[in-house]
Every structure is written in C-alpha cells, then in structure tokens.
C-alpha cells in the first residue's frame, strides 16, 4: 500500500524560506515519478515540481523556477522541497504524489502560509 505523508508546513514572511518532507511507503523514492502539487484557496492545483526515477532529471513549474527544489533521499525514502524567496503567492496547501503502477497517489497535504 502507498502512503505519503508531507511534513514542514508552516508560517513565514515573504523572503524567507522553508523545507517540506514527503516520507513515502509502499514505494521506493528514488525509483519512482515523484511531484510536488499545490492548491490556492479558491483555486485549481497547480504542478510545482517533479523528479524521475533514477537519474532522469527534474522540472519545474514557471512561477518557482530558480526559487524551490526538488530532491530526494535514498536513506530516508523521502521527497524534499526547498522553498526559498517565498512569496504570499507561494501560499496554499502543498501535495506529495506519486505516479506507481497505473494510479496517481497523493498525501494529505501541509499548509504553506506566506505573509507579512
């Protein structure tokens, strides 16, 4: 069974910075077509990043582009997002998802809140 768990949500001021995690189980991260989703309030998600299997690459949305990214750690079975010069747009909540097998998995969710 897939889980994705997302962690590293939290408050920050426009400029500043933040990590969110993704501890995956059921799969094995560094294996598999890994994401980064948001959602606004009142809005539709939005993609922000993705990582292949192996050594495949990354892409990333146009609004973070040169601001977050996207890695991820054999060790842990994790997927990390590095948020840096965030702005009050970056605000919403932030999905993990996983690409395993024919199906679409996603976490719960963290909530991200840029404001001054």
């Known amino acids: 069974q897939v889980q994705l768990k997302e962690s590293g949500g939290g408050f920050v001021q426009p400029g500043g910075s933040l990590k969110l995690s993704c501890a995956a189980s059921?799969?094995?991260?560094?294996?598999?077509?890994m994401s980064w989703f948001r959602q606004a309030p009142g809005k539709e998600r939005e993609f922000v990043a993705r990582?292949?299997?192996?050594?495949?690459?990354?892409s990333y949305g146009d609004s973070v582009k040169g601001r977050f990214t996207i890695s991820r750690s054999y060790a842990e079975n994790t997927l990390y997002l590095q948020m840096n010069s965030l702005e009050s747009e970056d605000t919403g909540t932030y999905y993990c998802?996983?690409?395993?097998?024919?199906?679409?998995?996603w976490g719960q969710g963290t909530q991200v809140t840029v404001s001054s």
């Open positions: 990582i292949g299997p192996g050594g495949s690459g990354t």
């Open positions: 059921g799969i094995t991260v560094v294996s598999s077509h």
């Open positions: 998802n996983v690409f395993y097998r024919g199906h679409q998995h």
